[in-house]
C-alpha cells in the first residue's frame, strides 16, 4: 500500500502544500485584546500557521486553525484544498477525493487543485481518473514540471495494471489450451502461434464451414476462415455531468468489435463539445464509433491512451441517450435491408 502521508508533499497549494510555507507565527508576551486577535488573525495568517502545524504532523492542531481560518473565510481556496490534504494525510482518501472534487468544481481554473485530485486518485489505485484529472490539470498550467511526473508516474501503473491483465487472460487461455492438448509458443510479445493435435485438427474438419461459389457447380468450396479483428478496447469519460450517462452509453455501444473497458467522470464536467480521442493505430475505429455514437464527433490524436484505444469524452452537447438508441435502431435495420 502506498503511504499516504507523501501527499503532505505531493499535494495542495501551488503544487505543494508546505514547500512554500512563510515563518510560523510565534505569540509574544503581550496580552492582547480579543478584537486586536481576531484583527490579527486572518484566513490567510490562520492557514499559514495550519500549513506549520500540518508540517510539525500536528494534525489535530492544524485542522484547528485550518476551521478557524474557514470561520473567517468560508470559500478560502488555499485552506479548502489543505483540509483535504489534512484527510488524506491521515488515510481517509475516499474523504479527500470528495474535498478536492467539490473544490475542482468551485474552482475550475486551479491546475493544483486538479493535480491534487489526481494523485489522490492514483493513491487509490483509480488510476483512469488519475489520468483524467492530471490531464486536465496540465491543460490548465502545461509547464508544471510536478504534475508532469505524476501524469508519467500513472501512465506506468495503468500499463503495468494492462501487462498484469493480459498476464491473467493468457494464463487463462493456456490452462484450457493445455486441457485441450494445445500447445502455445510465444514467437515475438504479444505473438503466440497454437499447435493443435492431430485429432483436434480432425474435429474441427467435421464441423459446419461456410462456402462459396464453387467454380463447378455442384462442388462447393470451403471459404477461407476469417480471422477476427481484436476488440477495441474503449473508456468512456462522462464530461457533462449528467447522472448515469456514460453507463447508459456503455449499455448501447454494439458489442461486436468493442469493448468498453472502463466508465469515468471528467474532473470538471465542463466539456462543451463530445470527443474521441485515438492512438495512432486507431484513427479509422475513431471515425466509426465518432458516428455511431454521436453522429459526429471532434477526433483528437492522444498518445497517452494506456488501457484503451480510443476515448470517447461526452460532452454537454450529448444528453439524450434516447436520440442514441434510435440513431443505432436505424443503423441495425439498415444492415438488415
Not at 228 to 234: D, F, G, H, L, Q
Amino acid at each position: 500500500m502506498k503511504n499516504v502521508s507523501s501527499l503532505l508533499m505531493a499535494l495542495c497549494g501551488s503544487g505543494m502544500l508546505l514547500g512554500c510555507a512563510s515563518n510560523a507565527m510565534h505569540g509574544t508576551s503581550t496580552q492582547t485584546s480579543a478584537s486586536l486577535q481576531k484583527a490579527i488573525d486572518t484566513a490567510e495568517s490562520l492557514y499559514r500557521r495550519g500549513r506549520e502545524l500540518h508540517l510539525q504532523h500536528q494534525f489535530n492542531e492544524a485542522e484547528q486553525s485550518y476551521a478557524k481560518a474557514l470561520a473567517q473565510d468560508p470559500n478560502h481556496l488555499e485552506t479548502r484544498n489543505a483540509i483535504a490534504v489534512l484527510n488524506a494525510s491521515r488515510g481517509d482518501l475516499d474523504r479527500a477525493v470528495t474535498l478536492l472534487t467539490a473544490l475542482s468544481e468551485s474552482q475550475p481554473n486551479a491546475a493544483h487543485v486538479f493535480a491534487n485530485l489526481g494523485h489522490a486518485y492514483y493513491l487509490k489505485g483509480q488510476y483512469a481518473q488519475a489520468q483524467l484529472a492530471l490531464e486536465h490539470a496540465l491543460s490548465l498550467d502545461p509547464e508544471n514540471e510536478a504534475t508532469q511526473n505524476k501524469l508519467t508516474v500513472v501512465m506506468g501503473a495503468i500499463q503495468q495494471a494492462q501487462a498484469a491483465l493480459d498476464q491473467a487472460r493468457l494464463s487463462a487461455v493456456a490452462a484450457a489450451a493445455e486441457e485441450g492438448g494445445i500447445e502455445i509458443r510465444a514467437v515475438t510479445p504479444n505473438v503466440y502461434t497454437l499447435t493443435y493435435p492431430v485429432n483436434t485438427i480432425a474435429a474441427s474438419l467435421q464441423a459446419p464451414v461456410a462456402v462459396v461459389e464453387s467454380a463447378q457447380p455442384g462442388k462447393p468450396v470451403p471459404a477461407a476462415p476469417v480471422k477476427p479483428a481484436a476488440a477495441i478496447r474503449v473508456t468512456l469519460v462522462n464530461g457533462n455531468g449528467v447522472t448515469g450517462l456514460a453507463r447508459a452509453v456503455r449499455g448501447l455501444i454494439p458489442e461486436q468489435g468493442w469493448r468498453v473497458v472502463s466508465v469515468v467522470n471528467h474532473p470538471s464536467f465542463d466539456l462543451k463539445v463530445t470527443r474521441i480521442e485515438y492512438d495512432d493505430e486507431h484513427l479509422p475505429a475513431a471515425r466509426q464509433l465518432a458516428e455511431t455514437i454521436a453522429g459526429g464527433a471532434e477526433l483528437q490524436r492522444n498518445q497517452r491512451q494506456s488501457g484503451s484505444n480510443v476515448r470517447v469524452l461526452l460532452g454537454h452537447d450529448f444528453k439524450n441517450v434516447n436520440a442514441l438508441r434510435e440513431r443505432l435502431a436505424g443503423l441495425a435495420v439498415a444492415k438488415v435491408y
